[in-house]
């Protein structure tokens, strides 16, 4: 079974490492940290010079990989070989490529640590693959849950000794989306600009992540939460003067995991605030705010909101509707939401 990360990556920080590894899967975030955990400590800074061979999938053939792997060390008890972006390896797919590759896998040379880093998932049908699962370590790193992203955002925080406000966290976790490396990008901006002992909060992430104070996704849900017709509109106007900055689809996925949110909050039989927030998998801090909604909007209005959102989300394709601009659509959809 193909083995986490997390799991991974603590076995490797007590070393030794081992001789095969295999690093795929639909989230690059991850795939990296071990990519470059290889790069610079699989062998001392003085035995790289003539053990260390990062290579790049388009320029690699089966054949070129294979005379890496089987060498022996010079100087030194072990080598690195390490593809990036594997997936580009020439020939790969070929059947006796495969077949030499599997070989190699079924018997490594113990001196040689080689790894195959791709950017894509792998066929885990395939004999090699199989092969890596069985004789090495393969580490599959999928895309991760909107549900685990405030969970993963504090604990990247905490791991850098910051705090993070729940709104804060909210407006990461809804206006960056899952991008693990983008998210970990801005959050060592903003690292890298905090006081000794300032925390992050939402003015930190208005300023270093470039969202406007008054006029973003965030402060358009809290409208509408509220049923504030003059300041959605007021919101929608200023997206429609902005399309680039202020594109749909990211407004609908926000409001659609909402609403979605809400009708659990209709159909809960326990409303208490500990218990929604365990039950919609949210921070105490915003159960408030589903409350609320639970109140502006009935079962039926809230089902009829999320029957509007799926219109408007077809609409931004082109589905039914022809030619139709994303500054109508969003218009429409908030006067139909408030209704």
Not at 37 to 50: K, S, V
Not at 213 to 225: D, S, V
Request: with cysteine; aromatic share 10%; hydrophobic share 40%.
């Amino acid at each position: 079974m193909p083995q986490t990360f997390e799991s991974v990556w603590k076995d490797l920080k007590k070393g030794p490492m081992g001789p095969l590894y295999l690093l795929a899967g639909d989230e690059p975030f991850y795939i990296d940290q071990l990519t470059d955990f290889f790069e610079e400590n699989a062998l001392p800074p003085g035995a790289r010079d003539f053990n260390q061979f990062v290579l790049y999938g388009k320029d690699v053939t089966i054949g070129t990989l294979l005379s890496h792997a089987k060498r022996f060390p010079m100087l030194s008890d072990r080598q690195l070989v390490l593809v990036k972006e594997a997936q580009d390896i020439q020939g790969l797919d070929a059947k006796d490529n495969s077949r030499f590759l599997e070989d190699y896998i079924l018997n490594p040379l113990p001196s040689t640590t080689l790894v195959l880093s791709f950017k894509t998932s792998v066929d885990e049908r395939k004999s090699w693959v199989k092969a890596f699962d069985k004789k090495g370590i393969y580490v599959s790193s999928k895309k991760m849950y909107d549900s685990r992203l405030p969970d993963w955002i504090a604990g990247y925080c905490h791991d850098k000794g910051v705090k993070i406000s729940p709104k804060a966290l909210q407006m990461v976790t809804e206006f960056i989306g899952n991008d693990l490396k983008r998210i970990s990008n801005e959050l060592e901006k903003i690292i890298l600009n905090l006081k000794a002992d300032e925390s992050i909060q939402a003015e930190t992430v208005e300023r270093y992540v470039g969202i406007s104070r008054e006029f973003n996704n965030f402060e358009l849900q809290k409208a509408i939460i509220q049923r504030d017709i003059v300041r959605s509109n007021l919101i929608v106007n200023h997206f429609s003067k902005n399309p680039k900055d202020n594109p749909i689809q990211p407004t609908l996925i926000i409001l659609y995991n909402f609403f979605s949110k809400l009708l659990l909050v209709h159909a809960a039989s326990d409303k208490s605030e500990r218990a929604l927030a365990s039950s919609l998998g949210v921070n105490p801090y915003f159960v408030k705010d589903y409350l609320l909604a639970s109140r502006n909007y009935p079962l039926d209005k809230a089902a009829q909101v999320i029957g509007l959102l799926r219109q408007a989300d077809a609409a931004s394709k082109g589905v039914d509707v022809g030619s139709v601009s994303e500054e109508t659509i969003l218009k429409d959809l908030v006067f139909k939401i408030l209704h």
